[in-house]
């Protein structure tokens, strides 16, 4: 055999043992991945369950006792104890959050299932919140999106449970447009907009910090297309944003305003949806539903006009935030509104059941 020879089948060799070695190292490296997920998620699991119980156990001794003080000289001499012989992880500040933990949960099944996702500290972000509906509802959206604390934070900060609870009261019960779907309002202050622009100002700045804006709409969506041309009697239509939510498994029309709301601006989403329903819709796929996006909405006036039967929803955009404590009241207020004009439209639909019901 000639030199040359024997050198490639050298080379081939060589080529050889460095695939079988490079396919055995990553069989090797997926399963220690594997390993330490499991082994983390193990401990994080234990060591959640562990903070429940030591809140149950003291809970109960505190009940048993039926004395308040007996719970406070309990509390601080006990977590004295543990901090001694276990560290700062039982100091009294930590070992009442257990304990709260433990009251807010008394059936700890309902978030045993989110202990495989989620850290302790998550769990902490959310014991100040006041409902137990917001308390789940963040856990949930964290554990959906793998998120970090310090997002789950600032998901708290910015009142996703109360904006989300806001724009479900748009949603009855024969809405194609699933619960949770829509926020309202969205807050764009995170685009960098001034407070004077035009609509295609905020296009612009919509597509240019397209990762944050589909952050603020929420897990699931993804771009599809811009400026949207659709052909309709041979005169060109076009849509300002349109993206897919994979959750939902249908197309999202989004509709970009620079002024109030406009009855109007229904009659145009509609003929939008059903034009998207019969040229893009793809088989397995639902019916696209739409969000019209304007800087006010005359809250009022929408719900009156029912636009969620035809998958249609409204919502305002903020691009200045303003204070903390003056958000936050103005959630509050919009919040309790539309709770109030619920309310009265359940009370008209139950008169009208029992006027039909006389007769």
């Not at 401990?43 to 030591?54: G, H, Q, S």
Request: charge should be neutral; include cysteine; glycine fraction near 6%.
């Amino acid at each position: 055999m000639d030199k040359n020879k024997k050198g490639e089948i050298m080379k081939t060799d060589i080529a050889v043992i460095k695939s079988s070695g490079q396919i055995l190292f990553n069989k090797i490296s997926d399963l220690i991945e594997q390993s330490r997920r499991a082994i983390y998620i193990h401990a994080n699991t234990t060591t959640i369950n562990m903070f429940w119980e030591i809140g149950r156990y003291i809970n109960e001794d505190i009940l048993e006792s039926k004395r308040a003080d007996y719970g406070k000289s309990i509390v601080s001499a006990l977590t004295t104890q543990l901090t001694e012989k276990y560290g700062r992880t039982f100091d009294s500040r930590n070992v009442r959050r257990m304990m709260q933990f433990n009251e807010q949960f008394p059936d700890f099944e309902i978030v045993s299932a989110l202990t495989t996702l989620l850290s302790w500290t998550h769990f902490v972000e959310i014991l100040p919140l006041k409902t137990k509906e917001a308390k789940l509802y963040y856990l949930s959206e964290a554990a959906k999106g793998l998120i970090s604390t310090r997002k789950l934070r600032k998901m708290i900060s910015r009142k996703a449970y109360e904006r989300k609870e806001i724009a479900d009261t748009q949603i009855t019960a024969t809405s194609p447009i699933p619960m949770g779907t829509f926020k309202d309002p969205y807050l764009f202050d995170v685009l960098g907009i001034k407070d004077e622009y035009l609509e295609d100002d905020l296009e612009e700045a919509i597509l240019r910090e397209l990762e944050k804006f589909i952050l603020e709409f929420g897990k699931g969506f993804a771009f599809v297309e811009r400026q949207k041309r659709m052909i309709v009697d041979g005169a060109d239509k076009k849509l300002d944003l349109l993206f897919y939510n994979r959750h939902l498994k249908r197309l999202v029309a989004v509709e970009l305003k620079y002024g109030r709301f406009d009855s109007r601006n229904m009659g145009q989403m509609k003929l939008y949806l059903k034009w998207l329903n019969r040229y893009e819709r793809q088989e397995g796929e639902n019916e696209p539903i739409g969000l019209i996006l304007c800087p006010e909405s005359g809250r009022e006036e929408v719900e009156l006009l029912e636009m969620d039967k035809d998958g249609i929803m409204v919502a305002e955009y903020w691009t200045t935030l303003p204070p903390k404590a003056e958000f936050e009241q103005k959630i509050q207020t919009i919040l309790a509104e539309t709770r109030e004009r619920m309310a009265q439209r359940n009370l008209l639909a139950e008169s009208e059941i029992d006027t039909v019901s006389g007769e």
